[in-house]
């Protein structure tokens, strides 16, 4: 069963050192704990000289244990320093792993790095990016640094065997950290060693303050070559490793590998079919990559479907129990915070307010399932926190009659705003193509890209289909239970009282509040129609469903309405998931696993290494600007051969080949 992840009890001793309460044992030395990341974890990588003799474009640290942040700050500053020394050098960016089980309160962490002021700069960007105490991988880019940080929080056991890897291995260094063995055994064990192990490149060196016994034996059982160097301050050995002889087998689970045989470089050439809200978004982060994009959209600009509505709900659709939809929706919605704050930053201009989501307790079905979600007690306040009705009011800037719930990172953006400035961003790399008023088909091996209107042919390493409601109908997809689904939006004139509203409200409908005269109201949902045609009857359907869901309302049963609106098709998938990844031919699919009932252990079946010529982000429902930045840059680090910034589980729940291994695992009817 799900349970809240705890945040560690913390004091703070005559040193100003933190102590952990659990452990009794320090987070980082007395003496020097930026002299004692150096001398431990940097030198004992050898990362300078590993750094300025790497060819690869990027280098992968993984940690056990991240605590206060510390190691992973010295690291980035560090790198920082070796990119400004060597400007033209291969390496480009640095990423880095960590776990940890019990993560600092944020004022904690603050007040511990308080006493490094070198690492100011570093510490305040760290602050400003860290994430709520939710399991998972929470993915903050630093790009004034060129390091990426993936923190996992939980137990680091259950946390490695969900670390995806390339069949050549994922880390390049460890930093063994944690608290001493004696102090925290069940951190130090076989099971730790093997994943080091599973997930280490040949050649992948590790360093760690401790020489105990169990971790250097444990260590040696695992295929890692260990030495011991002189320890830091009072200490007086640790030890240092390097992997000589990796295990033959890396992947933990009977299906493909999500990454292509060869990854995605400067030299190769990516197509990607529509220039909606998800292509615009995986547009970027592959031209930030570094890799040339060619951008089709069938439409005479982009944003012509959903992306191009002027206001969209910005929250995650959470559950009382973090099932797998649920958990895709909140680290979607946390990193996508986190884009569009770094998006804003780097001066690109969209509007959005960051006013937070209302999401009222309309019917006594709805209370319901509130308080479920409130006395599971699963989710950070951060995320979604309990209101009055006087605290809505307050929050709302109008009367609120009942209790709900309030998501206090949320907001409204303009969707169109947001796809014109990320291909402004793309742009501006030099990398990016755009074809626009083209209707394209496929080459058979999914290759090239046909431009119907011009009659020529577009050769690309590998294509990405991220056409939105087009997707159904695309034959490459024919094996995927996609459905388009209409709605309709309005856009209802200022009035008193809702001139007023300060926040976005939704009950089973939503309200934002206003901007350029107007307020979104909405909406329809119509599956399976394709039309877009303003209908007057789906205007009346909107304002009758806040009427009724506001029946103790005396402004929803008036609003004023000019008939302004605008409709347009969403594209969902059976499970109203999104969809990411490889496309697998299903015939292959089907001769692999159409046996999956039978139960064979994951070791029977042939790993499928697929050079994955093409892929697809689509999927995305009412839900893109919640969930686009993290498809996208899942998508991205796939290509690319980065770290997957989401948990194999997680992956699984948004594959392409999902609904066919579901039918599988079902015994064929006789």
Known sequence: MSKRLQSANVHFNQSGTPVADSFDDVYFSNDSGCDETRHVFINGNDLAERWLNWQAAHFIIAETGFGTGLNCIIAMQQFKQFRAANPGHPLKRLFILSTEKFPLAVADLQHALAVFPSVSEEVHALVEQYPPA?????????????????????????LLPQWHCPQDGLVDAWFLDGFAPSKNPEMWTEALFSQMSRLSKTGATLATFTAAGVVKRGLKEAGFEIAKRNGFGRKRDMLTGILANPPANRVSTPWHYRYPDTPANPTQHIAIIGAGLAGSTLALALCQRGIRVSLFGQAP?????????????????????????AMIQAHGFLYARRYYDALAEKGLSFTWQSCGVLLMGFSKEVQKRQQNLLQKDLWPAQLIQPVTAEEATKISGIDIHGEGLFVPQGGWLCPAEVVAAQLEAARKTGLLSEFYNQRVTLSEDGRNVALLGDGIQIRADRVVIAAGHECAEMAELTHLPLRPVRGQVEAIPEQAPLNELKTV?????????GWNGRHALGSTYVKGDTSTTRRKEESEQNLATHAKALAGYDWAQSIEHDGTARASIRLGSADHQPVVGAVIPPQKTTERYRDLYKGKHNSQYEVATDEQALLVLTGLGSRGLTTAPLMA???????????????????????????MLRTFKRPPEA
């Open 301 to 325: 600009a982009p944003a012509d479907g959903a992306s191009g509505n002027q206001q969209g709900g910005f929250y995650p659709q959470l559950q009382a129990d973090q099932s797998n939809p």
């Open 633 to 659: 840059e899942i998508l991205a680090s796939q290509l690319c051969h980065e770290p997957l910034p989401m948990s194999e589980s997680l992956l699984q729940a948004l594959a392409p080949e999902r609904f």
């Open 505 to 513: 409200f939704c009950h089973k409908g939503y309200l934002t509040p």
């Open 134 to 158: 939710l399991s998972g991988c929470h993915r903050m880019n630093f790009d004034a640094w060129q390091t990426s940080i993936d923190l996992w929080l939980g137990d680091v056991h259950e």
